[in-house]
């Protein structure tokens, strides 16, 4: 039998041949050249292996017989074995798959529809990635249209907008959170993903509730073909993943921790601006179980995350820490799918309910604390239909009902002219949510070359907002030859504000959807000969009716005060535009990577009497270059370079002492108007694996801001605001790691 060595899986279709072993050879595996007079064996048999990687040779003389395997994308095996008369010799040998030889990565998901921007990125492409730390969804950072968050952040700014404006789905439902503290890794293990996509703007009409960009992640199934796993761990975590079959179905299961508390402590040095004590912790755990069922399959899936983080700051005036000097949050949420699948001729169908719990506290010693509580229950079910060969519709809903509670407790802030009153304000809220969404895109084919897709959402935010959102999409692909094609897109996209700005307390409950228009046109290019892909993708989008603070004071027509302040309106718009640039290889060979240009302008209204002026994200210049090379005997290397302007930020001119309360005040110049210096970095990632017959063994080395390069990012000021000291982004970040396979 031939099997793959380290995976033991069977290599299939895999030429097996037996001649006659030249005299003086040693029995066993034929290491080095050997040269030899070309002469023709007195015979020789050949085979290939089965679905199994088995063979079988009928008629081999006894004596000494050489056996050569030969198999597209593995090393050649050549071995010596001695059959004895009138016996049998069983053999099992491993193959070696080569480092060139094209990777393969096995996506067992529904087809997508076609968007205008869809950028994909393979498991074997991720774990090579310098800088990410294998790390699936931080990839995505790399790519053209996401801003560089500041510290390294796990913030995904995509096409000027907010952090909170983009979502990501994950096995077709929305997850809270992305990362975890310090966006070292994200919350899910991304060795069990099959896919993940990849969509700034223009998204197709299944997902909502988003005005900015849309990340797709689908969890693969567990393997069938024997019992594997890894554990893996680095200077930051270490994670344990491991999966077997029963029968027809498979099970996988994932758990990791870290002790990056310990490391953050011994490589922060104490002038990078940071003056506290960090001992961050976290963990996540996965559990994943698909079975065939009523023609199609059942996924069962259970998976979570934990992050917590405290800070000790105690004042160097006070010989022991008080109540007033500690600060700890914590943020969580776990979360139970049933997903089942299944096409029948024409016909596909999807039905997954889904329910989640979430956790976010945080304690300001004595003075401040919050706590948000969210248990939801989703569904989402999907009926498509291909109507003909140029034809297609899907229908869809998608439900999301639940309860929150919300307790706060905050001291009352010092104004100038009034001082400090002493007191504390505090509040506890709650009750029931829910929203409805009806969703369906229709697939048109006029020709060949030519597809529409038209759709549209009609979403209902219940119980709380009583507001309901029709958005209308439209996008096309045109392939104007083999390997060049144009697409765009247009569409309205409309989500419900942050839950702080709609409740009855801080917020204003009769404030509006939040919407935003997609604009985008592409033209994507494919080089066959060198395996290139060249696209350009023009943006505009206008961004209105977002909530922002005011200072309206409203006649109460219900009982209470006779004047009410609003608190927020929907008065808040901006304008972002820009091109993005993706020159591609793909992963083939030796080499692959790629170079990506954002040009970006993003400017906000927030109604605060300034107009239009630079987001805070606004970074008109985004460049990157990744590049990773595979090596002979299992080594590759990688690098990759960021050039970013620098983000803009609030200069501040002097300070203004209060006489009544005693306090300083800042005299702030134009909001937004200074700007940062530019961002640069490079960060590198050397590979070394070792495949042996059961096992595998890779080592990796993946520093991050490798001259270490101070880039700064805030400032700290003095207490007369006359001086202030930068903060500084990561300095240089090491991260050594073991990973062993089986």
Known sequence: ??????????????????????????????????????????????????????????????????????????????????????????????????????????????????????????????NALPGTQGDALKSIQNFPGVARPPFGAGLLVVRGSAPS?????????????????????????????????????????????????????QPRKGRRDGYHGYIDADLFDATATTAWPMSTSSTLVSARRSYVDAILLAVIPKDAGIDFNVAPRYWDYQALFDYPLAGGNLSVRVFGSDDQLAVVNPSVNEEEPDGNDGFDTQIAFHRADLVWEAEHGPWSVLLTPNYRHELLT????????????????????????????????????????????????????????VGDTGGYFSAKLGGPFATVSLYGTATIAPTDRLQLYPGVRLTYNGVILNRAGVDPRLRFAWAITEHTTLKGGVGLFSQYPDIF??????????????????????????????????????????????????QTLLLNTGKGDLIIPERFDNAGFGHVGGIEVLIRKNLTKNLFGWVSYTFLRAFYDINDGLGLVPFDFDQPHILTTVAVYKLPRGWSIGGRFRLVSGNPYVPVYNGVVDASSGGTFPINGPRNSGRNPAFHQLDVRMDKKWTWRYVSLNAYVDIQNIYNRRNIEGRIYSYDYTQFNVLAGLPILPSVGLKFEW
Do not use: C
Request: no cysteine.
């Open 501 to 550: 700005e709609f409740n009855d307390v801080w917020g204003n409950p009769n404030i509006a959807l939040e919407k935003s228009v997609h604009n985008s046109l592409g033209v994507a290019h494919m080089f066959d000969r060198y395996d290139l892909l060249v696209e350009a993708t023009l943006f505009y989008k206008y961004i209105y009716s977002l909530a922002v603070p005011t």
């Open 1 to 126: 039998r031939i099997r793959e060595a380290g995976e033991r899986t069977p290599v299939t279709g895999a030429s097996v041949l037996a001649f006659p072993a030249p005299e003086g050879w040693p029995l066993g595996e034929v290491r080095g050249k050997r040269y030899e007079a070309a002469v023709e064996p007195a015979w020789q048999i050949e085979t290939f292996t089965d679905a199994e990687g088995s063979f079988e040779l009928r008629g081999v003389p006894p004596g000494r017989v050489r056996v050569v395997v030969l198999s597209p994308g593995f090393d050649r095996l050549d071995y010596i074995e001695e059959l004895a008369p009138d016996s049998i010799l069983e053999l099992e040998y491993f193959a070696r798959r080569l480092e060139s030889n094209p990777y393969r990565t096995v996506v067992e998901v529904d087809r997508e529809l076609p968007d205008v921007t869809r950028r994909t990125i393979s498991r074997e492409e991720i």
């Open 165 to 217: 404006d983009t979502k990501t789905y994950l096995g077709y439902h929305e997850i809270p959170q992305l990362f975890h503290f310090g966006a070292l890794t994200s919350v899910f293990n991304s060795d069990i993903l099959a896919q993940i996509d990849f969509i700034p703007g223009n998204f197709d009409a299944r997902f909502g509730n988003a005005i900015g960009g849309i990340i797709n992640v």
């Open 362 to 417: 945080g304690n300001g010693g004595d003075i401040f604390s919050f706590k948000v509580t969210r248990d939801a229950f989703n569904f989402r079910g999907e009926l498509g239909y291909q109507m003909s060969k140029r034809a297609a519709l899907r229908l869809g809903t998608e439900v999301n009902a639940g309860a929150y509670t919300l307790e706060a407790k905050a001291p009352g802030f010092p104004q100038p002219g």
